[in-house]
Structure formats: C-alpha cells, structure tokens
C-alpha cells in the first residue's frame, strides 16, 4: 500500500504564475488535509476535504489559494498569482475516516522567483 | 485558543541522555495529542499519541506525560541516540467535531551528540 504521494516534489514558479499542487491519498483513504510549512516554523492548517465536498477551509487565504478534491483523481491545492511569500513547504495528508489517523505525504517544496 | 506552544525551540543532548520536550494548549475541547518526527526533507511521521483520560502513555524509548489540569503535555525521549536527530512537533486536535485537523507547536530541533 503506497503512502501519501505528493507530486511534485520541488516546484519553481515566477511571481504572478499559477501553481498546482497535487496529492494522492493513501488507498482507502477519502479525507484530505492540507498544511503550509514556512520556513523554522511549524505546520499551518490550510483545508479540510472529502471526496468533492471542502469540509473546512478556514486556514486558508481569502484570495489565490483554492482547493479541490474531485471524485477521480488526486487533491489538488492551487495557488494563482503566486508571490515571494508563498515560498514554502506544503504538505498533504489523508485518512479513512473522519478520526483516523492521518498520514502525510513527502511535501511539496514551491519556490517563488 | 487555538494555539499550542512548545518548548524549547532547540535541544542538544548527549547520547544516552534524556530529551525533553514541552507543549501547552488553551482549548481544552482537544481531545487527541500525536507527536511528530520530522527528518529535512520529509513529512512529519507519527511518533506516538495520547487522549486526555491517560495521563502517562510509553511506546519504547518515547513517553508521553499528560497533565490535564495544567494543560501541558511532554514527550520524553529516554537514551537518545544520533539517529533521533530530527525536528519534532507537538499537536493537538479535536477528532470529534474536526477530524484529523491539527494544530501544530512550533517545533523543537534536537540535536543528539556521539
């Protein structure tokens, strides 16, 4: 049973590009959290999602950042007109059910240039 | 209220010797406390857990001690060896109204000297 695939690994993108982030849940697994990691700090909560319904997106930013979790396919967590400050570590992580465990992924580290 | 603190921010230990990490949270609906071992590079792994009705929880060289009135809860690492080098966090959550959502500490980079 494969872990929690993060693709990609490392992403580069210009100031005002469009970023995509993806994640693959474990087998099994239809709940779907995602996590910002800035550099020396610890993980931040960005979204909550179940198969095709976002369950709690409250650490998310108002503007640029969305969130999907379509019924075929990974996660994925997009980021339109990215800036310097976007530079960070984004993590995944999926479980069964809503009190499961949760296991995450490699990470995601976007780079803004 | 949703805030978990940990301390201290850096560790070094020698091998053998006892780590001890710190964490306190405000929220006393969290109702689930995992501790997570991170390596650079990598995602965070579950370490070992503990719900508010323990107040003491060991899995090998790991012990956590739980102290609800004092909302504080500690991760002991007994004969800590190089390997346990890595950044580890605290977390709290509240499984039955959020799911695995977790709020993080701000971690602890420990260092375990040969």
């Known amino acids: 049973n494969a872990g929690v695939m993060q693709n990609p690994r490392h992403l580069v993108r210009r100031r005002g590009q469009e970023a995509r982030l993806r994640c693959s849940p474990m087998?099994?697994?239809?709940?779907v959290y995602w996590y910002r990691q800035l550099p020396e700090e610890g993980l931040k909560f960005m979204v909550y999602?179940?198969?095709?319904?976002?369950?709690?997106e409250s650490g998310m930013p108002k503007e640029r950042f969305s969130a999907e979790f379509p019924k075929e396919g990974p996660s994925i967590l997009r980021i339109q007109q990215v800036v310097r400050g976007d530079s960070a570590a984004y993590f995944c992580?999926?479980?069964?059910?809503?009190?499961?465990?949760?296991?995450f992924g490699q990470g995601t580290r976007l780079t803004v240039v | 209220q949703q805030q978990v603190k940990q301390s201290p921010q850096s560790l070094i230990v020698q091998k053998g010797g006892i780590s001890i990490i710190n964490c306190a949270y405000e929220?006393?609906?969290?109702?689930?406390f995992p501790w997570y071992q991170q390596f650079p590079g990598k995602g965070p792994a579950l370490l070992i857990a503990?719900?508010?009705?323990?107040s003491e929880k060991k899995e090998g060289r790991f012990t956590i001690s739980f102290n609800k009135s004092a909302k504080q809860f500690s991760l002991h690492i007994m004969d800590s060896q190089p390997g346990d080098s890595a950044t580890y966090f605290c977390?709290?959550?509240?499984?039955?109204?959020?799911?695995?959502?977790?709020?993080f500490g701000e971690g602890t980079q420990l260092t375990v000297n040969p």
């Open positions: 992580a999926s479980s069964p059910t809503m009190i499961a465990e949760a296991f």
């Open positions: 087998k099994g697994h239809s709940h």
């Open positions: 999602l179940q198969k095709e319904n976002i369950i709690d």
């Open positions: 929220n006393t609906a969290f109702d689930y």
């Open positions: 503990i719900r508010p009705d323990v």
């Open positions: 977390a709290a959550s509240m499984r039955e109204t959020s799911g695995s959502r977790l709020t």
